[in-house]
Nanobody, 123 residues
């Protein structure tokens, strides 16, 4: 069983940056593709980004392309989401996800989910 724990959320001003971290335990992270989703109040859960187990082929959702960067450190069993040029519409609960095969934007593709970390973009 894989456990995912997110950290790094908080309050940031528009235009600012934030880095989210995802600690993986229970299994070796190299077995899994790692990704991020987010959910704003009253909205459906939205795909943010995913990266292959090797660290290659990152895929981003349209709203975050060019502003967010997903990465991973397999030696540390960690995944990251670097967020820049943040906008108020980026405000959401951000979830770390893992799956052996999934690389797509579908919520139901991913077997493992963290509890989420809140990001609030506001002046």
């Amino acid at each position: 069983q894989v456990q995912l724990v997110e950290s790094g959320g908080g309050l940031v001003q528009p235009g600012g940056s934030l880095r989210l971290s995802c600690a993986v335990s229970g299994r070796n992270i190299t077995n899994y593709n790692m990704g991020w989703f987010r959910q704003a109040p009253g909205k459906e859960r939205e795909f943010v980004a995913v990266v292959r187990w090797s660290g290659g082929n990152p895929i981003y959702g349209e709203p975050v392309k060019g502003r967010f960067t997903i990465s991973r450190d397999n030696a540390k069993n960690m995944a990251y989401l670097q967020m820049s040029s943040l906008k108020p519409e980026d405000t959401a609960l951000y979830y770390c996800v893992a799956d052996v095969w999934a690389m797509g934007p579908g919520v139901h593709e991913y077997d493992y989910w963290g509890q989420g970390t809140q990001v609030t973009v506001s002046s």
